[in-house]
Every structure is written in structure tokens, then in C-alpha cells.
């Protein structure tokens, strides 16, 4: 049967290879979701020196291929694996994917050549569909690293062949990282002069990836439906809202799913005990083995908050580091804290355990079992962000019938129901104000809900474990999305 379309979706991240956070997650799972509706998926990324070419089994693919740039050619290999029945492509460039970090180095600072390494990749992409002979109609592109394919498409591609017929999609998962580099690269890119236009890639006289995708894309989105219209406003737009509302309902807000063979309390291969919504009693496990593994004391009537995220202004923890101490000197409660990232916030975190003994555990890195752990043990997970583009933890911990706390911007808005204290309603405790004080007592309401309402809490439990975040619903609107971009791209 022929496939009903020919997708290949180009990123900077994919699970389980590489991951810094939830883009990894959608990439690694909604091409296997749209494989099984009937389309045929590749994706593409880099071969980072971090990814175990054993433990994910790559094979050799091409030993060269070239790749032309605006201003010479590149050389790279191309190995390939298996992900789950989609063929994943990896860029083999020594030059800009043999190193560490996927975009900085363990300074947190950002390698100086990611205008060429991403630019890089995404003209491999298009190219690796030519040498494959596999001509896509839909080429979907990830945020700013990859957001140029669609702007190659037109500039470059538009009368080719294999590639003149695709339609691109850009998903935008974060617009707060746009991808904004000297002019100089221009050149490189091989975008021409003419398009250096403010209109287009002109940002106040610097060369801006993701304006362009926007400009470029036969139909963008991004990854809640609150998200989009908050990105379409001044404040959360990051300066592009008027090039979002120039793409009219040509951008749309498309809730991520979740992959429930990895999330999910049931099966979850990483956790000390499976439960069910049904029988909670390995989630009593879990907490009692969390407790231990972090050196908490091992109580199980006291409530555990966690924490698992990346440490950046973002997700509002230098809001949550304002009044921590207060809320576990005032209230009987644990913490629970995996992150990594801003300095400043990982010795504040760090140095939490030395000072609250048995009440807040933290671990400052990397660690997915760590992750997994945190969401079944915890009883509340908190996520006080300044904006959230959709929030995949909020999702999961509504699986682990781990109560979200959360502020109710982007997908945390769309995805965790008010507590309502008449009937125990809901699935977690919201608040607005980015304060100290607002997490401060909503912190204190759910805490006080935990003792004196455990009926509640019990009712909210099974109601949030029973949400059914799977990626069918979300891989239905990316078809509409698809149909949309190829209809935008057909010629009138
Ligand atoms: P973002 O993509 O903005 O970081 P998301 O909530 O969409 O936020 O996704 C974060 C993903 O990264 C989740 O899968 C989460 O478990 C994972 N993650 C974040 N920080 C860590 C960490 N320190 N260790 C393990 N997993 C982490
Ligand atoms: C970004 C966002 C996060 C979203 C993820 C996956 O990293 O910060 O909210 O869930 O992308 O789309």
C-alpha cells in the first residue's frame, strides 16, 4: 500500500538519543505515531560524540555524502537506527557534532559556530532525501535549528525534482530561543542578499533562524493552544508576534502527547514498583524508596514535592529558591529536586540538603531513572514557570497521579484542571502571579488539602491518572496541519 505521505521531520534533538528536554521527547515519539496511521517517516539529526553508536545499534549508512553550502561544500558520513520502526539518519561531521554538549559547552556556553553546525544539518537533511531518492511531501522542521529547511525549500528548491513538491511545517517549541547570529553567516547559510530583509531574516542587522522559518513555513505551529495565543501577544511573542499574526490561522497551537510505553506507572521498566489506578500500593513503594534514595526521612504521611527541570529563568525556580525554606519551615512537607543548568540556581539547590535534613533531597545533573523515580514517588509536582511552551512533566505526573502545582500559563494552563474544594474536582492547584508568594500558598493549599481532605486528594488522584494524553488525538491535528501546508504550497 502506498504510504498516504512521505514525511521527514529534521531536529536537533530525538529520544533516546540525544535530549536536553521535551523536544527530544516529541521527536522520538510522534513519527512512530504517524508511521502507524499510515505514513512513512524518516527523521534526521546529529551524530553527537555523546550518542552510543552500540547501545542504539547505528550502521553505517553512506560513507560520504556531500553537501553544499551558500559559500562551499561540506562532507559528512550518515549512519542510521532503528527507532521503534523509524528510520532515524544521523549527520556524521566531525567538525560540528563531535563534542559533548548538543549546544554548549559545560559552561553553559554556547558553542560559537551553532549557526554553521544547524544550518549544516539542516541542508544535510534536504540533501540525505536526494541521496535516499525518498522525496517527502512534507518536510517538518523543530524550532530554530532546523526552522531554515523551510526557507530552502522556496529559495533553493523550488523547481527541484524530488524536493519542488514539499510542503514545510515548522513546530515551534520554545520561542524564547530564536537563533540570532552575526550577518557574517550569511554567506554560509546561502540564503542571498536579497532575502536579508526585515520581513524575512532581518533582526536589527543580525541573521534570525526562526523569523525566517515563520516567514517561510507553509504552516507553523507550536505546542499548546494557549501557548499560541500567548505567543501571539507582546509580552510571551519574544518579538515575533507580528510575524506569528501575519501567518493568520496558517499558526496553530497543537497540544504534545505523551509516550505512555515510557510514562506510565503501569509498565514503567525504570521505577522501583508498577501500580494502577486500581491499586496504589507500588506507589507507596516508590515514595519509601525516593525517601530513602534521597536521604529523606521515610515517612509516609508526609507529602513529597518534586522538582525535575531544566534550571533556567524559564521554568520560574529562582521564584520557587525565594521561598523554599519558608514553606518547609512552616509546613510538613518533603522536596524532591533533579536539575540542571543556571550555576547560581545549581549551588542554591545543592546546597538545600546540608541545611534541611531529611526534608529536601536535591541532585544536581542529568538522570532519566531519577526523572522517572521523581514521578512516582512524589505526591506533588511542581512547575511554577514564567511561560511554558506545553510542560511534558505536568502530563507525566498526571499519569503517576503525582498532583501538579503548577502556574497556569501555555500547556500547564491547558493540561491541569483547578482543585475545587466544594466537590474535589480537578487535577491540581493552579495560581497566576509569578511571586514567591503565590507559590508560597498554593504550595500551602495543596499541602493543607493533603492532611485535612484526603478524600480529595484520593478522588483527584484517580481522576488525573485516568487523562489520556496519548499522541493519537495530537498526530490527527498534525495531519490537519499537513493537509494545510499542502495546500498552502499547490499552486492557485
Ligand atoms: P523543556 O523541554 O522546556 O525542558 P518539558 O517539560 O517539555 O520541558 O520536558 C522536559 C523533559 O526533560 C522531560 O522529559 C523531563 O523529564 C526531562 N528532564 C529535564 N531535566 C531533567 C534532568 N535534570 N534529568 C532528567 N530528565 C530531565
Ligand atoms: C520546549 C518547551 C516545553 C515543551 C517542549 C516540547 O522545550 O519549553 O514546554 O514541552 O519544548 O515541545
Known sequence: MEPKLKIVMISSEVAPFAKTGGLADVVGALPQVLQRMGHEVIVVMPRYGSIDGQRYGLRRYFDTMGVWMGNTQEWCAVDVANNDGVPVYFIENNKYFERAGLYHDENYNDYADNPQRFGFLTRAGLQLCQDLGFAPDIVHAHDWQTALAAAYLKIWHWNDPLLGRAAS????????????????????????????????????????????????????????????????????????????????????????????????????????????????TGKRICKAELQ????????????????????VAQKGLD???????????NMAVQFVILGSG?????????????????????????????AHWIEAGADFFIMPSIYEPCGLN??????????????????LDDTVQQYVERTGDGTGFKFWDPTPDAIYYTVGWAVSTYYDRPQHIAKMMRTAMQQDYSWEKSAAQYEELYARALRNKAPA
Open 292 to 311: 530513602r534514595r534521597f536521604l529523606l526521612d521515610v515517612n509516609p504521611s508526609v507529602p513529597i514535592i518534586g522538582v525535575v527541570s531544566r534550571l
Open 169 to 280: 511545517v515548522l513546530t515551534i517549541h520554545n520561542i524564547a530561543y530564536q537563533g540570532k547570529y552575526g550577518a557574517s553567516n550569511f554567506d554560509y547559510l546561502g540564503l542571498q542578499w536579497s532575502n536579508f530583509t526585515p520581513d524575512k531574516f532581518e533582526d536589527y542587522g543580525a541573521i534570525n533562524f526562526l523569523k525566517g522559518g515563520i516567514v517561510y513555513a507553509d504552516a507553523v505551529n507550536t505546542v499548546s493552544p494557549t501557548y499560541a495565543n500567548e505567543t501571539r501577544t507582546p509580552a510571551l511573542g519574544y518579538g515575533l508576534a507580528p510575524y506569528l499574526n501575519d501567518r493568520g490561522d496558517d499558526y496553530v497551537g497543537i497540544l504534545n502527547g505523551v509516550d505512555y510505553t515510557q510514562w506510565n506507572p503501569a509498565v514503567d521498566k525504570l521505577i522501583p514498583a508498577h501500580y494502577t489506578v486500581d491499586d496504589l
Open 319 to 329: 521564584l520557587l529558591a525565594a521561598t523554599i525554606e519558608r514553606i518547609v519551615n
Open 394 to 411: 505536568q502530563i507525566y505526573s498526571l499519569k503517576y497521579g503525582t498532583l501538579p502545582i503548577v502556574r497556569a500559563t501555555g500547556g
Open 342 to 370: 543556571d550555576k547560581g540556581l545549581e549551588s542554591f539547590y545543592a546546597s538545600l540538603p546540608a541545611r534541611y535534613p531529611g526534608r529536601i533531597g536535591s541532585f544536581i545533573g542529568y538522570n532519566n531513572q531519577l
